[in-house]
C-alpha cells in the first residue's frame, strides 16, 4: 500500500472536481439565491485549499 | 461622464501619491546594493511567507480580476466564470512542481526559467527561445493592465481626443516606470501591502452593499437572461462551451506561474516551505476573485449600459466599462475615488513586477549570453533596468496594434506564447528524456500553430473550434498549440535519442531538486 499511496495524489481531486463540467452546469438547487453553477464552484476554493493544507501538514517532515 | 468627477479624482490622486512616495522610498527597505541583478531583480531572495503571498496575490489581483474578467461575465455571462476553476487549480500545481523549481534554482543561482533551461539541457538556443516567449508573452499582460488604469481614468472623465486622449495613460506609465527603475522588485512588493488593504476595503464593500442595494444575489441572477447563466450544453457535432470552459481554465493555470513574474515571485522566497504554504494560503484571493466576477452579472442587473451618463463610456472602452460604471452609479463619487484607485494601483504593481521579470530574462539569457558576456554586476543591472522600459513600450504597442472589445483576451494570448515553454520548463524539471532539439522542435510548432489560430481569430478571441472527425471542439488555442508541440518534442526525441545524437550535460543532478 505504501508503495502506491503517495499524499500527493489528493491535488488531483480538485481538477476533477472543478473541470467536469456536467458535474455543474445546473441552476438548480439554489442557495440564497445563487444558481448551483456558482456557489459549487465557490466551494471547491474551500475544498481545494483545505486538500493542499492536509498534504502540506502530510509530507511537511521531508521538506526542509 | 460629461467632465471631470472632481470627488473621485481627489480621493484617487491622494491615494496615487502615496503609493508613489512609497514605490521610491521601497529602495531603502532591507536596504543592499541595487545595482547587482539579485538585489533589483529578486529583492536578494529573502521574501518570506507574508511578503511572498502580497506579492504573488498581486500576481492575480489585477486589472484582470478587476476588469478584464467581470467584462467578460457581465458581456457573455457563465464562460467569463472560467477563471475561477482557473484559480483553484493553478495552486495544487504549484505546490507539487515549484518547490522542485525553487531548489534547484537556489542551488545553482537560476533567476529564470531560462536560466534552468540553459543548465539543464545545456543549450543556449533552447534557453533563448524561453526568454523570447516570457518576454513576448508579458507584454500583452502588461497592456491588459494599462487598459484597466485608462478605463478607471475615462470613468472619472480623464479623457481627451487625439494624442491627449493616451496622456493620462502615459502618466501613469512614467510614474511606474520611474520607481521601477529606482528600486527594483522592492517598489512592487511594498506597494503590494498597501494595495491589498485598499483592495479588501473595495472588494468588501462592493459584494456586500451592491447586492444588497440591488435587492439581494436572487434579485440579482434573477435580471440575467437564464441562457447567459450556464453554458451552452454539448449538441449535435460539437462540445459547446463545455470544453471552451474546461481548456481555458486548465490551460490558464498551467500558464499562470511559467510567466516570467509569477516565477520572479517563487524565486524571491525564501524556501519551499514559503511556497508550499502560500499554495494553501492564496486560494483565499480565488475566493474574491468569484465574488469580483460576479459584478458582472451585477452591472447586468443595475442596467448601467442603459444610463445616459455611461453610454459614452460603453461606446469607448465596451465592456471594459461595466465595473467603473458600476461603482459610479451605486457609490458616492469619494468612493469610486477610492475603488478606482485601488483597481489602478492593482494593475500597476503587477505591471511593475511582470516588465522587471521580463528585464531579467533579456538581461541574463539574451544580452549576457549572446551579446556581452562579460557583462557583470553595475553594467548588468543597467541593462535590466532598460530592459524593463522597452517591456513597457510593447505593452503599449500592443494596445494600439490590437484594439480589444475584451481586455481579458490580452491575457488568454499571452498565455498561448508561454505555454509552449511547458515542455522544456515544467517537463524539464522531472526527465530529461525528451531531448534538447526535440524539444526545440515542439516549441517551434507550437509558437506556429498558436500564432497561426490566434490570427486565423483575428487576435480577438482564443477559443479555436477544433474539427476532429465529426465532432467540434472548442478549445482554448494556447492547449490545441501545447498538444501539438509535445507531440512533434516526444517524436523527434524518439528519433533524436534512437540516433543517439547527444544530449548535452545536465549541469543538475537528481538531489538538486529536493523531495
Request: aromatic content about 14%; glycine content about 10%.
Amino acid at each position: 500500500m505504501r508503495r502506491f499511496w503517495r499524499w500527493e495524489l489528493l491535488l488531483i481531486v480538485p481538477f476533477v472536481g472543478t473541470l467536469w463540467v456536467p458535474f455543474y452546469n445546473a441552476l438548480e438547487p439554489r442557495i440564497g439565491g445563487i444558481p448551483y453553477f456558482y456557489w459549487y464552484q465557490f466551494l471547491w476554493v474551500g475544498i481545494s485549499a483545505t486538500l493542499t493544507a492536509v498534504v502540506y501538514f502530510a509530507i511537511r517532515g521531508g521538506d526542509r | 461622464m460629461n467632465g471631470i468627477n472632481g470627488p473621485a479624482l481627489a480621493v484617487f490622486t491622494a491615494l496615487f501619491l502615496l503609493v508613489t512616495v512609497l514605490g521610491f522610498f521601497a529602495g531603502r527597505w532591507r536596504r543592499a546594493d541595487l545595482h547587482q541583478l539579485d538585489e533589483w531583480g529578486l529583492g536578494g531572495r529573502r521574501f518570506g511567507t507574508i511578503v511572498t503571498w502580497f506579492l504573488l496575490g498581486g500576481d492575480l489581483y489585477t486589472a484582470y480580476t478587476f476588469i478584464a474578467v467581470p467584462a467578460l461575465v457581465f458581456g457573455q455571462g457563465a464562460i467569463g466564470f472560467f477563471a475561477m476553476p482557473y484559480t483553484i487549480i493553478a495552486y495544487p500545481f504549484v505546490f507539487m512542481v515549484m518547490p522542485r523549481m525553487w531548489s534547484v534554482s537556489h542551488r545553482h543561482g537560476y533567476i529564470t526559467a531560462a536560466d534552468f533551461v540553459r543548465g539543464r539541457f545545456d543549450s543556449p538556443a533552447l534557453a533563448l527561445a524561453v526568454a523570447a516567449t516570457g518576454i513576448l508573452a508579458t507584454m500583452p499582460y502588461i497592456a491588459l493592465q494599462l487598459v484597466g488604469i485608462q478605463v478607471v481614468l475615462g470613468a472619472m472623465g480623464i479623457q481627451g481626443s487625439g494624442w491627449m486622449a493616451e496622456l493620462p495613460l502615459v502618466g501613469a506609465f512614467v510614474i511606474l516606470a520611474a520607481y521601477t527603475y529606482q528600486s527594483g522588485l522592492r517598489a512592487p512588493a511594498l506597494i503590494a501591502v498597501v494595495k491589498d488593504a485598499i483592495i479588501y476595503v473595495t472588494v468588501l464593500a462592493a459584494v456586500m452593499i451592491i447586492p444588497a442595494k440591488l435587492g439581494g444575489y436572487s434579485a440579482i441572477f434573477a435580471a440575467v437572461p437564464p441562457a447567459k447563466l450556464l453554458l451552452t450544453p454539448p449538441s449535435a457535432g460539437t462540445l459547446g462551451q463545455f470544453s471552451a470552459y474546461a481548456t481555458l481554465a486548465f490551460g490558464s493555470a498551467l500558464a499562470l506561474f511559467l510567466y516570467p513574474h509569477s516565477m520572479t515571485g517563487v524565486l524571491s522566497s525564501s524556501g519551499r516551505g514559503v511556497i508550499r504554504r502560500n499554495s494553501a494560503m492564496l486560494p483565499a484571493y480565488s475566493f474574491l476573485l468569484g465574488l469580483i466576477a460576479l459584478l458582472g452579472y451585477m452591472a447586468v442587473a443595475a442596467k448601467v449600459d442603459k444610463v445616459p451618463a455611461f453610454l459614452g463610456g460603453f461606446q469607448q472602452y465596451g465592456p471594459n466599462f461595466a465595473v467603473p460604471a458600476l461603482f459610479l452609479h451605486l457609490f458616492p463619487s469619494w468612493f469610486a475615488g477610492f475603488a478606482f484607485a485601488a483597481i489602478a494601483i492593482g494593475a500597476l504593481v503587477p505591471a511593475a513586477i511582470m516588465s522587471i521579470a521580463a528585464a531579467n530574462l533579456f538581461t541574463r539569457n539574451i544580452y549576457k549570453e549572446f551579446l556581452r558576456p562579460s557583462c557583470a554586476g553595475k553594467e548588468e543591472s543597467t541593462v535590466a533596468k532598460v530592459a524593463s522600459l522597452v517591456v513597457k513600450f510593447g505593452a503599449l504597442a500592443f494596445i494600439v496594434l490590437v484594439p480589444q472589445k475584451y481586455a481579458i483576451q490580452l491575457q488568454l494570448l499571452g498565455g498561448v506564447w508561454i505555454l509552449q515553454t511547458f515542455p522544456a520548463v515544467v517537463v524539464g524539471l522531472y526527465t530529461r528524456r525528451l531531448h534538447r532539439w526535440g524539444l526545440l522542435a515542439g516549441w517551434i510548432t507550437g509558437m506556429t500553430l498558436g500564432t497561426w489560430m490566434a490570427r486565423a481569430l483575428s487576435f480577438k478571441a482564443n477559443v479555436y473550434p477544433l474539427a476532429i472527425g465529426g465532432l467540434v471542439i472548442p478549445g482554448y488555442t494556447a492547449l490545441w498549440a501545447l498538444l501539438a508541440n509535445f507531440t512533434v518534442a516526444i517524436v523527434v526525441s524518439a528519433a533524436l535519442n534512437g540516433a543517439g545524437v547527444a544530449q548535452g550535460k545536465d549541469a543538475t543532478s537528481a538531489e538538486d531538486y529536493g523531495g
